[in-house]
């Protein structure tokens, strides 16, 4: 993998949006964002010589200016609180419509092609997707607003401010060998030295939380997914009497949260001495450096006021990558993570599946020159060459692990590790059922349907449920609820059945997707499908020896690359 810096791979990450087809409105409202910051920053120096004014005549007693210059701090203060306000929400408005295209590309690229399941195939790294894509993006996006917004905010103050501290500080006379060095500005070169040292000394004490960062989100996600994997096989866990196995499994990931976060809360500990030390003694420092002017009686009080006041926000504009350097670690980390899923992504998009499916005028399947392997290159099955009519019916039997399922992963072109041809007759639907369906969440009207999205007649939908002896549960169609609880694995089965009677596939490819039935509800479905849809071609796989009774040949596998077929 190529090693690509931090910037290369934040840019990459960050300029989609800005180029995509929503980029003018995004440019636009992120101008306008931008303009809020730089007026309230005018205001902000507008009350900087308010200072002036305002302690001028407190220290002169003027009680007629005292009222007015209250009126216009009011007016002022006002005006930019509700500059304030809408320069956020107009951020988060720009946050939430980022987010959203960005979420949306990386879910498309997540799932077309099978690439959700790829990773898992090419035993890839990326760990807890569904995190990277809902709390990175996220993090992401907000850190990176946050960040940019509040850094050309500050590069605006420290030019703003900038003028004002070197007009304030005037010049100052040192001695050296004898000689006088007049330094012009010198409280505005004393806080650029200042914040120069203390940028660099930040990230020497800091930049371990990068690191612990990355790794505290990684253990954090493990730990909800373990909670999940248990919400999910609750039956089963239940049927084990596993829950102190699996509250041990717990308490090992939760180990590696609480450790983690003890090294981040010392780091961060050192962090915060090294900061808020940095932040108070910038405090003081204006005041001690324009003492002597003060007491000379070169400026007034409201001088020494507007100076300390200037001093603070240029202070604050030079400081900003100290201030903000954990929030900076934190993106850092995030940054890291989607580039990682990214590259993964690539890899996974690139790798092939070696079948060459192609339709023709053919009334028949065949399959031509089939080989099917292991990602370690162990072959399961070598040069395969079969045709199948249209309504034929074929049993793949073997022993286990002999490649019976995985060749329907290959036919389905979902098995990466595969080679050779497959033709089907132009327009060709074909259909997959695997051991435990899956039932999406909501109404059972939708789980009858996938992963089609049409939404059939009442009548219809009741009718299939009833033949597959489901009837009970026709009068809950629109009911919404986690069916996958709700039903039994043999229930699960025999709606997946049902599927196959409302889609009407030209090919249905069974893999041991009767296993929770009994040999007569099993027979009972084979004989429907074989009833309803005659001219359905089937390939099953299956142990059953109740099997053979319901297909006209078999593929008998060997698992060494070896094959054989036979009329039963």
């Not at 636009?28 to 007026?39: D, R, S, W």
């Not at 790294?125 to 990176?144: A, G, H, M, W, Y």
């Not at 983690?260 to 010392?266: H, P, Y």
């Not at 009970?472 to 059945?497: H, K, N, T, Y």
């Amino acid at each position: 993998m190529e090693k690509k810096s931090a910037l290369r791979i934040f840019w990459q990450l960050f300029r989609g949006y800005w180029n995509s087809e929503y980029k003018w409105k995004a440019r636009g409202l992120f101008a306008f964002v931008i303009g809020l910051n730089f007026f309230g920053v005018y205001l902000l120096v507008r009350l900087n010589s308010w200072y002036n004014e305002f302690y001028n005549a407190l220290q002169q007693y003027e009680v007629e200016s005292f009222w007015p210059l209250i009126g216009e701090f009011t007016g002022v203060a006002m005006l930019y609180i509700l500059i304030a306000v809408y320069a956020i929400y107009l951020r988060q408005a720009v946050q939430i419509k980022w987010r959203t295209w960005l979420t949306d590309k990386y879910l498309s690229r997540w799932l077309k092609g099978q690439v959700y399941y790829r990773l898992q195939v090419l035993g890839s790294d990326t760990d807890n997707p569904d995190q990277r894509i809902s709390e990175d993006i996220n993090q992401f996006v907000n850190l990176s607003l946050q960040l940019l917004i509040g850094f050309l905010k500050q590069l605006t103050t420290l030019a703003a401010f900038g003028v004002v501290l070197w007009n304030l500080s005037g010049a100052f006379t040192l001695e050296l060998g004898g000689q006088e060095i007049i330094i012009y500005g010198y409280m505005f070169w004393f806080s650029l030295v200042y914040s120069g040292i203390g940028t660099f000394c930040v990230h020497l004490v800091g930049r371990k939380l990068i690191g612990l960062n990355f790794e505290q989100q990684r253990f954090e996600a493990d730990f909800r997914f373990n909670m999940m994997r248990v919400r999910e096989n609750s039956e089963s866990i239940a049927f084990y009497s596993g829950e102190q196995a699996e509250n041990k499994g717990f308490h090992e990931r939760f180990a590696h949260v609480i450790s983690n976060f003890w090294q981040l809360m010392k780091q961060t500990k050192i962090l915060n001495f090294y900061v808020n030390g940095y932040a108070q003694l910038a405090v003081i420092v204006p005041l001690i450096l324009a003492a002597p002017q003060y007491f000379s009686g070169a400026i007034a009080l409201g001088g020494l006021m507007q100076t300390a006041s200037a001093f603070g926000r240029v202070q604050d504009a030079l400081s900003y990558f100290v201030e903000s350097y954990d929030s900076i670690a934190q993106l850092a980390a995030v940054v890291k993570r989607l580039a990682t899923f990214t590259e993964h992504m690539d890899t996974a998009e690139t790798v092939k599946n070696g079948i060459v499916r192609q339709g023709d005028g053919a009334a028949e399947m065949s399959i031509e020159e089939l080989q099917v392997q292991l990602p370690d290159n162990r072959v399961l099955l070598a040069d395969c060459t079969l045709s199948l009519p249209a309504g034929s019916r074929l049993l793949v039997t073997g022993s286990s692990g002999c490649g019976k399922s995985t060749l329907l992963r290959t036919l389905a072109g979902i098995w990466p590790y595969g080679k050779g041809k497959l033709s089907l007759p132009q327009g060709s639907r074909l259909l997959f059922l695997p051991q435990k369906p899956y039932l999406p969440l909501g109404s059972l009207r939708r789980a009858l349907y996938y992963p089609g999205t049409a939404a059939g007649s009442d009548s219809v939908l009741q009718a299939a449920l009833q033949k597959v002896g489901l009837e009970d549960f026709a009068s809950r169609l629109d009911e919404v609820d986690d069916w996958s609880r709700i039903l039994s694995l043999g229930e699960q089965q025999r709606l997946a059945f049902a599927r196959v009677l409302l889609q009407k596939p030209d090919w249905v490819f069974l893999d041991e997707a009767t296993s929770a039935l009994d040999e007569p509800r099993e027979a009972e479905v084979y004989e429907l499908l074989k009833k309803e849809l005659p001219q359905m071609g089937i390939v099953s796989v299956g142990h059953r020896s109740t099997l053979y009774a319901q297909h006209e040949q078999e593929l008998k596998l060997a698992g060494d690359g070896g094959w054989q077929v036979r009329t039963i």
